[in-house]
């Protein structure tokens, strides 16, 4: 597995961003969050003073920001608010509708959750939703400590290990790793690419029998884990 500060690590998360999207629950949900997951939110903005530092970790296109500042602006104070995020992030470039709205939101592209750029004892509230658990755990929980003011707040909100994210998730990594590693599917298409082009008749030879009966056999075993996995 790729370290949590990679470029690799962050790449698919780069073209999610650019594609416009305001936030990773985008195709079930319109607009920014609402219900209780905004009401969570605008709970623990409440708490803010005039002048305090916020941060979103795995801001994304920051719709964690967004709301900071709408409730900031009700309560009539200012907070000094960032997102961070290890993609290639740009929010006021990709969401041209919301420009504006991005008005004194600082938004750092590229920077992992274990290395903030913030001081010690600097940062009043930090945030994050379904953006932590992809730090690695023990630097970035160091860090967040590091830059936690006294009587600051961490609020989390997190992909639990019985959650069905995390139950699909990990199937889909069993799957993979068959594919890629286990099932020797790709050396008999390669061995049938040879042995279909050094056949000089319209009979195959009991070699070339032979390998397509084992290609034809790995073909059907995945098809059948394949369906297991989707049940």
């Given at each position: 597995m790729a370290p949590a500060h990679s470029s690799d690590a962050s790449s698919p998360w780069s073209g999610l961003w650019r594609s416009g999207v305001l936030h990773s629950c985008a195709t079930g949900l319109d607009g920014n969050y609402a219900g209780a997951i905004a009401d969570f939110w605008r709970a623990?903005?409440?708490?803010?003073e005039h002048g305090d530092r916020v941060v979103d970790i795995g801001t994304?296109?920051?719709?964690?920001?967004?709301?900071?500042?709408?409730?900031?602006e009700r309560r009539g104070?200012?907070?000094?608010i960032h997102g961070v995020d290890l993609a290639d992030i740009d929010p006021p470039a990709r969401m041209t509708s919301l420009e504006?709205?991005?008005?004194g939101i600082t938004f750092h592209p590229s920077t992992p959750a274990e290395c903030l750029p913030f001081a010690d004892g600097s940062v009043h509230l930090l945030v994050s939703q379904f953006g932590f658990e992809y730090a690695e755990q023990t630097a970035a929980i160091r860090e967040a400590f590091r830059v936690a003011a006294v009587r600051s707040r961490i609020a989390l909100m997190m992909h639990t290990r019985d959650s069905i994210?995390?139950?699909?998730?990990e199937r889909q990594l069993e799957s993979t790793d068959y594919l890629l590693r286990q099932t020797p599917l790709w050396e008999l298409a390669l061995e049938m690419v040879r042995v279909i082009g050094t056949r000089t008749s319209p009979m195959p030879t009991p070699e070339q029998e032979a390998v397509r009966r084992r290609f034809n056999a790995a073909g059907i075993d995945l098809i059948e884990r394949a369906s297991t996995a989707s049940s």
């Open positions: 623990q903005f409440a708490t803010l994304g296109n920051g719709p964690l920001a967004l709301l900071c500042k709408a409730e900031c104070i200012h907070a000094e504006s709205q991005y008005d994210v995390a139950e699909t998730s």
